[in-house]
């Protein structure tokens, strides 16, 4: 893909002077005297990227490092569904896939084009080297990691709950919905599982009593009165002989 002739010609563009100027305003390489910049500039060689082309793949040899000069590039990781997740956004400027400069022998993810892009690429072996001779650039390839791996925890969900005694997030909004209008149910439902015994006693007791809808010639006076108003005393106890 890199030998199509548009991005031959893009990255023919890319001289010495034009990486020295990008390469001043890249981390970590902005640290370096401009000197050391120009010998970096020097060692890094362009390579044009079409549209949808891989820069490399997850578990290819890393070979080089990466700086994007022109478009922008994803970087990707494919799940064992088979569904590809971006994990990073590079824009033109930013240093990527510089994982080969500290000893790791594979990429750790894939990196494609969204746009007709051109990266400028340094050869594994020379970053290291240069890691060794410029303590600078050490210092600030490892601030840009540990600055990446803060931003990458504080957008991960997930990371709330790692270590075990975390405390959880915030219930989905979903979650609180549909646990609402289940309880609302079972307070309709008297006898439904879950139904608590003050909410079944206070439904028990809107029912009518059986006495209240008994006619009146069957109620049932108390024991020693009579229907003689006659035979009641003001106080309501009865005469007696």
């Known amino acids: ?86 994990l990073r956004l590079i824009n033109p400027g930013e240093p990527f896939g510089l994982s080969g400069g500290w000893g790791a022998a594979t990429y750790p993810a894939s990196a494609r084009a969204l746009d007709d892009a051109v990266v400028l690429q340094l050869p594994a072996r020379e970053f290291t080297r240069l890691l060794a001779i410029h303590p600078e650039l050490a210092l600030a390839v490892i601030e840009d990691l540990g600055a ?32 609402t209008r289940g309880r609302r149910a079972r307070e ?7 139904f608590r015994r003050s909410d079944r006693h206070h439904a028990e007791h809107r029912q009518p009593h059986p006495r209240r809808l008994a006619p009146a010639g069957d109620r049932r006076r ?14 309501g106890d009865r005469r007696g002989p």
């Open 188 to 194: 309709h439902r008297p006898h439904a599982p879950g």
């Open 148 to 179: 990446r791996l803060r931003e990458a925890e504080s957008a991960d969900p997930r990371s709330r709950d790692r270590g075990g005694g975390g405390a959880a997030g915030p219930r989905p909004a979903a979650t609180r919905r549909s646990r």
């Open 1 to 86: 893909m890199a030998g199509t002739p548009a991005a031959g010609q893009r990255a023919r563009c890319w001289t010495v002077e034009r990486r020295v100027g990008l390469l001043g305003r890249v981390p970590p390489f902005a640290r370096l005297p401009p000197a050391a910049i120009r010998g970096v500039a020097a060692l890094f060689r362009p390579r044009g990227v079409p549209r949808g082309g891989f820069v490399f793949h997850e578990g290819e040899p890393a070979s080089a490092g990466n700086v994007a000069a022109e478009g922008r590039i994803k970087i990707v990781r494919e799940t064992g569904a088979g569904r590809q997740v971006i």
């Open 222 to 235: 108390p024991a020693g009165t009579s229907d003689d108003p006659g035979s009641r005393r003001p106080g």
